[in-house]
């Protein structure tokens, strides 16, 4: 299973339902169920099924608050020269987090086994 690490607030956002849009700046082939890290925690704190990825306009970012959950304040402007929604549902939150082994240099995803 792949993880992606997430910084906080936004994972916790994420399992909880509020977030339903995670905002990055490349495009995503994943599909299904992937790990949630927590971004220097060293832990696993659930898991998400990622059912889309699609290239956001500016117009899309600020219509779109509800879903990636960032303040309007700061959306004057997309964060990334090209700016994607990764769509998940169903997050799942573990009741006990989980520890890994955190690979060297690895940024965005992580090979859980």
Sequence with gaps: MKGLIVRSPWI???LSGQKTWEIRGTHTKIRGPIALIKSGS????????????????LEDYQSSQEYHTIDQAHTRELPYKKTYAWMMEKPELYEEPIPYEHPKGAVIWVNLT
């Design 12 to 14: 916790e956002r994420i």
């Design 42 to 57: 060293g832990m696993v704190y659930g898991e998400i099924q990622i059912t889309g990825s699609k290239e956001l306009t």
